[in-house]
Structures are given as C-alpha cells and as structure tokens.
C-alpha cells in the first residue's frame, strides 16, 4: 500500500499517512526511495530535489523554506526547513531557528 | 430537536446553572457548592481578576445570559471591582433566576457555602419549569476550534469540520472559526472569500493584528507537540487549521460577546486591540471555546490529533479525532473517528456529514464523550478591545 500522499498537485512535498518503517520502499519523481529510518505519520517528505532557500509547498500554499539542499525523499522537518513568518519553539533547544 | 425557549427569544440545547466567582477569592466558595451538585446540570465559572476589566464584564454576562443557561449564582467575596449589581440585575431582566452570595457579607466560607447551596438546589427546580419548543439547524450557533493539532489535523478532522460548516451554513445555520494568529500567511486567501470588499480589508487587517502581536510576544501559536506531530510551521499549521472553516463565503468579522444573527460563516478575532499589555491572547484552548460560547455558539467542534481531552462549562464539546493513531488510544474521549480518512475506510464528505448528525444529536440531548467524563473546563482571563466596525457585519 502506498504509505504516501499528495495533497495538493502543486504540493512539493508528500505526507506520510500511516507511518513508515525502516525497509519501506516508496516511489518518488519516478526513483525508488527505501526508508532507512521510521517516519511518522503526518510528517513530510521532500516530492522532488529542493534547493537552499527553496519555497515548500503543501496544500498548494508556501509553508516556508528549505534551509539546506534537499534530495527527493527526505524527510523535511525542524532540521531542514523554517518559517517565513514566526521561528518554531519546540522543547530541544537545537531546533530552534534564528529567524 | 427541542430546545429552552428564553425571554430573548433564543433557544437553549443545555438548562445548566452556572456558578460564577467574581474573583479568585471566591473561587473556594463557589467550587463547593457547585461540586456539592456533581452530576446535575450546575456548571462552575468564573474571572479571577480583582482589577476591572471591560472584556472580562462583557463575557460574563454574555454566559450569565448564553441559552443554553437558565439561572446563575453569583459568588463574591465583596471587595473586588467586578460589577456584581449590575450582573446580577442583566440576570434578573432576562427572566432567569439570579442570585448573589456575598462571602464577606454571609459570614464567612461555611456560611456562604451553605446560603449558595440551598439556593441552587431551589433554582434547579425552578429551571424545570421553562418551556422547550421546537428548534432548527437555523436556531443553532456551532464554533470550532482546533487543539492538540498534528500533522494528521489539517488532512482529516479540520477539512471534514469545514464540510459539516458548509451544511450547517446551507441549512440557515451559524458557524463561527476563530483564532486569527493561526491564519498567519493566508490573509490573501481568506480575506477574497468576503461578502463585502470592505469586510475583506477588515479579515485581511485582523490578521495582520495577529501577526504583530505574536511577533512582539516572541512566539508563535505553536507547541512542541504540533512539531512531534510533524508541523514544522506556524505557516503549515494555519493552513490545516483553516480549513475548518469549509468554502462558504465569510458573512462577517466578530470579536468576543458580539453574537451573529444571521445565517453564515463568521471569522472571530480573538487578538486584542492595541499594545500587547495582558500576556498572550489565549493561553489555552478553552480561552477560545468560552469566547465563542460568550459569542451564543450552542456547541463546540473541537479537533485534535494529538488528543485532548478538553471539554467545557455551559456548552457541550464535541471531539472530532484526526490520528488514527491517537484514536486507538483514546476512543473514550473522541466522538468522532475522522482518522479512518488515511485509511481508506471513510471519505472528507461521509465524515463531514457524521459530524452534521452528532452535531444534531448532541443539540437535542444526547451527551458528548467529554459531557459524559464529567469535562467542564473553563479560563478567563484579562483582554483589551475596541468595538468592531460597520464594516464587519454588513448587512
């Protein structure tokens, strides 16, 4: 079963809906990705080769943008990505952006 | 659906009486005689604050009055600054019973706890006697909130909740979306769907409010556990939380205690006007689910996918699970599945009419998982605001 979704055509990124394991094998931009680690459901992986400062896009809307290169099948979270807007607090003090 | 008609012709889905401390002081005071009824319809609210506040006054007698209330005991401790006469006297013209234990004046707690609690047990009686007529979906005021929030939120339980707002507007209903802080990068896209272009610039202005506020507090309306939940930012959180509001056009803009009296969709601006001087504009969940209960909403839609468990005083929560995840472990809680989405058991539109169905089961009786688990949350807190405009309630 395909553990991934687009949720919008114009969306970058793809969402995991129901969590992979590591050994999991997806389809991405017509290259086999295997998962080496489990990602969660509902976290997001890069749909295509992002570049530094590139937009992401989900819902067919900017969301903010990538802070690294990024091939297609990473996993975009904290460590990768950042707010347009307002820095993200989380509870580990690595994660969080200067703006 | 049957519903309480009251004096100003709105009707009720709820009799509760609440129990309202008009300062922290009182808080004791009021707890006991409210906890001394568990299990009956007495619910306990209150503001803790003893310097006045304008916002505070106005959403106390805005719930002292909600529909779905048919009397209030008001507890102070007799020094504090909230207006407590004129509280009292707004009960007393809409024809509920309404009555004031004064601690300082009764004697004491044991007193006060005493006086507080045979008048209860009288009004509870009292309340049986008003009268239920019909109601329809056009009677009802429905506010929805999002709490909780992961990643799972914005595919799932909020876009199903925007489906079973545009039924509800479809049928003459009144649906309320709040909380402006999380419309933060949308302002352009929300702000077309307007009835009126000056409505518009009033819902792209709230936003842009919201966004100077946050970035003066120095954070964003985000918690770590929407980042562990796969939210990565304050842009893609809003997005998912946006779309509870579904596609129907935005009849107007409110602000805490004003009620909508026609039919449609209302954006609530829940970030205070001027200079932030009182802290964060909610600093919880149930800070929004009693504005909008302040604003008439008969009931709550509240979606989580990292699971809360919050309910409310006054008016009924109904928790609408977007994980499946989450649900497995906390179905007692939820009262609607809308995680089977990811699994291919249900559609957007088969969810977003199951919760059309709750939304009038719970309205003509039946009780909500958190009612059932005894939940009666409740937080008020300082707020400074202006009046809004002509412009945001066109007619």
Not at chain 2, 119 to 132: G, H, P, R, S, Y
Not at chain 2, 353 to 365: C, D, L, M, R, V
Request: hydrophobic content about 40%; some cysteine; aromatic content about 6%.
């Amino acid at each position: 079963m395909n553990k991934l979704i687009q949720i919008h055509p114009q969306d970058n990124v793809l969402i995991v809906r129901q969590s992979i394991e590591p050994g999991d094998k997806e389809m991405i931009n017509d290259a086999e990705i295997v998962f080496d680690k489990p990602i969660a459901l509902g976290h997001k992986i890069a749909a295509i080769h992002l570049q530094k400062g590139d937009v992401i896009i989900k819902y067919g809307v900017p969301i903010g943008s990538a802070t690294m290169e990024l091939v297609a099948g990473t996993h975009i979270h904290l460590h990768n990505m950042k707010s347009d807007y307002i820095p993200t607090y989380t509870l580990d003090e690595e994660f969080i952006h200067a703006k | 659906m049957q519903g309480y008609l009251r004096s100003d012709g709105r009707k009720g889905i709820r009799n509760v009486i609440v129990v309202a401390y008009l300062v922290e002081c009182a808080h004791h005071v009021a707890r006991e005689i409210s906890s001394s009824f568990k299990g009956q319809n007495v619910h306990l609210i209150g503001f803790p604050g003893c310097f006045p506040n304008a916002y505070a006054d106005r959403i106390m007698n805005a719930l002292c009055i909600h529909p779905n209330v048919g009397g209030a005991l008001l507890v102070s401790l007799g020094c504090e600054s909230f207006n407590r006469n004129r509280l009292l006297e707004n009960i007393h013209a809409s024809g509920r019973p309404g009555h004031l234990v004064g601690i300082q004046k009764q004697g004491g707690t044991r007193k006060a706890v005493s006086d507080g609690k045979e008048w209860v047990a009288n009004a509870l009686k009292e309340i049986e006697k008003v009268e239920k007529v019909d109601m329809q979906i056009s009677d009802l005021i429905v506010g929805t909130v999002c709490g909780g929030s992961d990643a799972t939120s914005g595919i799932t339980a909020n876009p199903a909740v925007g489906r079973a707002f545009d039924r509800l507007v479809a049928n003459n209903g009144i649906a309320i979306f709040e909380e402006t802080g999380e419309m933060i990068g949308l302002e352009g896209i929300m702000s077309k769907r307007a009835v009126t272009p000056e409505l518009s610039e009033e819902l792209r202005k709230s936003v842009e409010k919201a966004a100077k506020y946050y970035t003066i507090m120095g954070h964003g309306s985000f918690a770590p556990g929407n980042a562990d939940g796969g939210l990565t930012t304050i842009e893609e959180k809003s997005m998912g939380a946006y779309c509870k509001s579904g596609n129907s056009p935005i009849s107007g803009l409110i602000k805490p205690g004003d009620v909508p009296h026609k039919a449609g969709l209302y954006l609530m601006d829940v970030v205070p006007d001027g200079e932030p001087r009182f802290g964060f504009p909610n600093i919880s969940d149930n800070a929004e689910i009693v504005e909008m209960i302040a604003s008439g909403s008969h009931l709550i839609l509240f979606t989580t996918g990292r699971g809360s468990v919050v309910g409310s005083a006054i008016s009924p929560v109904i928790k609408i699970c977007a994980n499946p995840e989450t649900y497995e472990r906390m179905d007692e809680d939820m009262d609607i599945n809308a995680g089977k989405i990811l699994l291919n058991k249900a559609t957007l539109d088969e969810t977003g009419n199951e919760i059309f169905e709750k939304i009038i089961e719970i309205a003509s009786g039946g009780l909500s998982c958190s009612e059932e688990l005894g939940h009666q949350e409740f937080i008020l807190t300082y707020k400074t605001f202006e009046p809004i405009g002509p412009s945001c309630l066109p007619q």
